[in-house]
Structure formats: structure tokens, C-alpha cells
């Protein structure tokens, strides 16, 4: 490639002319191997997370123990069969089964149900849910559910390690 | 830059019939794009390259990544900082023998955030790791391997997500 380098040189020796012309091929060269280097190495895929915790026991002997109906912990077991087993205690206790559908796991059902448990307790009621996998389930199972109970539960636990 | 006052024919012939390419925008557009990229390359906190075939769930509202270790479940077995630790046939592991070799490569990891803990004190060890699996990847295996990640100290794994359009 030639970018009037040679203009450029002479003019540059005599200071009189001022056609000045800089010579942008080794430059261009450079940004070509830079760009292909950047671009082979960048990454397209946008990864994000769900935080999770693993209670230890001694965690939750002692996070209980203190103001046992200050908060509402929930239970949610995934079955084999799709259903989950809901079950909670402290600010309330119960327990309820989401029934699946067609075989999998109504993920709508279950932040419904987590909305309504929610709406039944006093508003800055801290709440903490724990997810039980099945032999069956997969990560995108435990996936859905953590990103249906987002807004009500922020704070996911998993539980049966 | 220098406004071209010559017209277009002129400027690409000289008097001797060489032709001269005209490359000023083309450099303009390079470095654009060579900002535009190490912008880019320069803001991500932490970087993930999962292995080819790997079809990590896709999720809204995840958060932003933190610099954790890196454990990856394929379904041809478990890595630890891209460096395989356990074999495993379609999410199967056949022997288990191979999980003590986890918790050795993990306790490693933490003995090493110790040693660098103790010699710089703006370094903390970290109890995260980033659990990077594939969405078919069943529950009693991803168990196991986060069992044995909280016997060596990782109790706050991050389950990563490929960030759908919100």
C-alpha cells in the first residue's frame, strides 16, 4: 500500500511545502492485526448469575434460633413427577403442591404461588427460599425456578447438599 | 485532518498515472472500531468461554458476573479453571473415586487465594465460585459437585446464565 510516502518525505526535508501527506499504511497494517486479534478474542456470548447459597449446618441452626416468626423461610422440592412441594414456616406456616403440567414444571404457577405466600405476610417480612432438585431435574429447572422466585424471594438457597 | 480540496479524480491518479489509494477514512474507521473494541474488551468484569456444544439456560435478570472460580459441568465431566478434573460419559461418572480428585483441585484453588491472601492484603479469599453448566446437566451431579466445593470453602456458588434480552 502507498499513502504518498514519498511526497511526504520530501516534502518534509525542504519545511517550504505544505502538501504534507503521513504515511498511514503501517498504521493501517497495524490496526488491521489488532482489530482481527480483538475481535478473535472477544467474546459475543453475555453471561450473567443468579447467586445462590449453600447452607451449612451450623447456619441454619443459628440464623433460626433468634426470631424464629421474624421471616418466612420456604421449602420448594422438586418431584420427580414435575410437581413441587411448597412448604413454609416462620412469619406463616403451610405447605401446598404445585401441580406440573403436561409433565413439566408450571414455573407460572409456582411464582404465583410464592407472590400470593408473600402478600400474606407483613410487607419487609425477610423471606429466604430453598430449592430441592429431584433426581430428575436439570440446571435449567433449578433456573427457571430461581428466575420465577427473583422478584419475590431475592435471596435462593440449595438445599439437600 | 487536512479538508481535500483536490477533486476525487486528482486524488486518486497523480501526475505520474500511479494510483494512490486514498486510505485517511479507512484509518478513521479503524480506529473507531479499535476503541470501540477495547472498550468493550476493557469493561467486562470477568470473561467465560464455555466449551463448544455447551448450551448454558438462558435467564432474565441476572446480575453481573464476579471474578470467582471457574468450575464448568459438560456432560463429558467437571472442569476446574478449564483444566479437567473429572471424566464422565453423557453427565454419568463412573468412577467415583473421581471426586476426591475435585476436592483436591479445589482445595488447591483455596490454598492458593491463602497464599497470595497472605502476602497481599488487598486480597481476600473468596468463598465464590461460578458454576458453568450445561442446561441438561442433572441435579445430583451438579449436588455432588457443589457438595464438594463447600467442603473446600466455595458455600457461594453463582449459577451462570446467558443474559436474555430484558
Known sequence: ?????????????????????????????????????????????SIGIFE????TPSQASSGKDLNPTASLDVVATLQENGDIALTWSGAKAGSQRVIASDGKQSVEAFAAT???????????????????????????????????????????????? | MKPHTKSFLKRRHNSSGE???????????????????????????ATVQPSAGMSIPAATGSAVMKEALKMEVTDSGISVEGVPVIQAANFAVSDSDQWSQLGAALAQSKKKQENIASKNTDVSV?????????????????????????????????LAVVKRGE
Open chain 1, 1 to 45: 500500500m502507498t499513502a504518498g510516502g514519498d511526497s511526504s518525505s520530501s516534502s518534509r526535508g525542504r519545511g517550504g511545502s505544505a502538501d504534507f501527506d503521513l504515511n498511514l499504511a503501517p498504521i493501517i497494517d497495524c490496526f488491521t492485526v489488532l482489530i482481527a486479534f480483538l475481535l478473535a478474542s472477544a467474546s459475543f456470548l
Open chain 1, 52 to 55: 445462590a447459597a449453600i447452607p
Open chain 1, 114 to 161: 410464592l407472590a400470593s405466600l408473600k402478600k400474606e405476610v407483613p410487607e419487609n417480612t425477610p423471606g429466604t427460599l430453598e430449592l430441592r432438585g429431584s433426581g430428575r431435574s436439570t440446571y435449567t429447572d433449578l433456573i427457571q425456578l430461581i428466575e420465577a422466585s427473583r422478584s419475590t424471594f431475592p435471596s435462593v438457597a440449595l438445599g439437600g447438599i
Open chain 2, 19 to 45: 494510483l494512490a489509494l486514498q486510505i485517511t477514512s479507512m484509518a478513521d474507521i479503524f480506529t473507531i472500531l479499535l476503541i470501540f473494541l477495547l472498550k468493550g474488551y476493557a469493561t467486562d468484569a
Open chain 2, 126 to 158: 473468596s468463598s465464590r465460585i461460578t458454576l458453568i453448566a450445561d442446561g441438561r446437566a442433572p441435579w445430583p451431579l451438579l449436588k455432588e459437585a457443589l457438595r464438594v466445593a463447600a467442603e473446600n470453602g466455595f458455600t457461594e456458588p453463582q
